[in-house]
């Protein structure tokens, strides 16, 4: 097989259910987004982050492979599959990590500024393109219905990836930047 179908080449491409669209359509602008956080959480895992940090990011590649396939099916030609679905554990389970990186962490009095350490710097590259994945797939939701899980999950992993920069700063020995008003 051909890792080029040609099947694109004319400003369209198919979703999960044979469906054809352009590929400016809003469900591909959402599930790109996630592709696109998916792969700065990638470069992530190359830095020198603690074990824990990284198997946790694994973990949040494969579920972000979950919400993309939800947000690329055609649900009124198929239904979703099984791994296409988010439940209540994977939410459970990111609270969970974000209380124990927040434990370990200073308190917050003031405004934190992109940047301190490598690792900090590209956290915040991931809570940001976490926010705009969250906005396209509000827009999604606008025509297509998404699942209310997949909106607390997107939300729940840019406080996650904040708090990951603070905590990867620290262990990088770096000091955070704080807004200067």
């Not at 491409?13 to 987004?33: F, M, P, S």
Request: charged share 25%.
């Amino acid at each position: 097989m051909k890792l080029y179908t040609k099947t694109g080449d004319k400003g369209q491409t198919g979703l999960i259910g044979g469906t054809r669209v352009a590929k400016n359509d809003v469900r591909l602008d959402a599930y790109g987004t996630i592709d696109e956080l998916n792969s700065f959480v990638g470069l992530l895992t190359t830095y020198a982050i603690p074990v824990e940090d990284i198997s946790f990011l694994r973990n949040i590649q494969h579920l972000l492979f979950t919400i993309g396939s939800h947000l690329a099916t055609d649900t009124t030609k198929v239904a979703f599959h099984s791994a296409s679905v988010l439940v209540d554990a994977d939410i459970e389970s990111i609270e969970l990590e974000i209380d124990r990186i927040d434990a370990g962490l200073p308190p917050l009095n003031e405004f934190i500024l992109p940047g301190g350490s490598p690792g900090g710097a590209l956290s915040h590259v991931c809570r940001t393109v976490a926010r705009r994945a969250e906005r396209r797939i509000f827009d999604m939701n606008l025509d297509y219905s998404v699942d209310n899980h997949i909106f607390i999950y997107i939300n729940r992993l840019s406080d996650y990836f904040f708090a990951l920069s603070r905590h990867l700063t620290i262990f990088e020995n770096r000091k955070e930047i704080c807004w200067e008003k």
